[in-house]
């Protein structure tokens, strides 16, 4: 197995490569502490729990509870009286809390890759600096994210003025979001549970976006081989499968890249050789390594496997 590690962009901060090589001086140089060193597997574990521990500070700050570790167990324990907003915008139900801030948190994930696709007005860091520079971070969810989330990633751009004139959010902040693109996946439309009037302390925003800050994300999947030290979208279904309460009850699991190649090499190698009735020694050869094994095909094998590739459902 070839292990290459990419540190990421050159403008970008440099923190998940430097806290790396700060393990490697404060524990020693040896095969074992580099492959902990620069493990994703373990970058990726180091992540969601420092996730998790954000979510549940905003679940703690509306319900009161928090889930703690109790002999091994987690266990829901009382922390402090619920906020006022906990009966008036949610009704005294926690779960509708999770599921609220599970999607809020799960938006501002997302966007985290998108920015660095330079989608974000071009600034690979955004989101914090959008958070540094607002003079709303009292009530950053709904006097900031939410026009971003519902007003602009929602919404094309000739209907933007409309729809922050009907919700009465601040019309300035269309002019800097002009080249944030509409998308249409659905993800960022407004639903019942995005209902609630709600504010957070600012302190756990800046908590927030100082945590985003520490990693680098990545928006290439990692190759099994290839490993960017860094964020990369698998994570969002690591989030999913955990945070998800119900998911073994519907057996909502995220299934591992590494058995995902397999599994669309192996499906791959039997449909093109149930379509070009080619050898199975060549298909295998040609499907692990096409770039360097395209020659084991013949002059006359060539366009029926073109062909074959662009009919494959």
Not at 29 to 51: G, P, R
Not at 65 to 94: I, T
Not at 130 to 142: A, P, T, V
Not at 213 to 240: C, H, Q, R, S
Request: charged residues 25%.
């Amino acid at each position: 197995k070839r292990f290459t590690f990419v540190f990421g962009h050159p403008e970008l901060n440099y923190r998940t490569a430097a806290s790396r090589f700060e393990f490697l001086q404060n524990n020693g140089i040896s095969f074992e502490n580099l492959m902990t060193a620069f493990s994703v597997e373990a970058l990726s574990d180091d992540f969601f729990n420092k996730y998790r521990e954000n979510y549940a500070a905003f679940v703690q700050h509306v319900t009161g509870m928090r889930y703690v570790k109790v002999d091994g167990k987690w266990q829901e324990v009382k922390v402090h009286e619920p906020d006022e907003m906990f009966a008036r915008a949610f009704n005294s139900d926690a779960k509708c809390v999770r599921d609220y801030i599970k999607k809020m948190m799960g938006r501002i994930t997302f966007l985290h890759f998108l920015q660095r696709k330079g989608w974000m007005a071009g600034d690979l860091n955004y989101m914090q600096n959008l958070f540094n520079g607002s003079s709303q971070q009292d009530n950053f969810l709904d006097a900031v994210l939410e026009p971003l989330f519902y007003g602009i990633l929602n919404t094309k751009p000739n209907d933007r003025a409309a729809v922050f004139k009907e919700r009465g959010w601040n019309p300035n902040l269309i002019a800097g979001w002009q080249e944030i693109p509409y998308l249409n996946g659905g993800l960022f439309e407004r639903d019942a549970t995005d209902e609630p009037d709600s504010v957070f302390p600012k302190a756990l925003f800046q908590k927030l976006f100082n945590f985003f800050g520490e990693y680098n994300f990545t928006i290439d999947e990692n190759d099994p081989n290839d490993a960017e030290i860094g964020v990369d979208p698998e994570m969002l279904g690591k989030i999913f499968e955990n945070l998800l309460e119900d998911n073994k009850d519907k057996g909502a699991f995220y299934t591992p890249k590494e058995i995902v190649q397999y599994m669309c090499r192996e499906s791959l190698v039997a449909y093109l050789h149930k379509a070009t009735q080619y050898s199975l020694e060549t298909i295998r050869a040609f499907v692990e390594s096409p770039e360097e094994k395209a020659d084991v095909l013949g002059i006359r094998q060539g366009p029926r496997m073109n062909q074959a590739l662009a009919n494959v459902k």
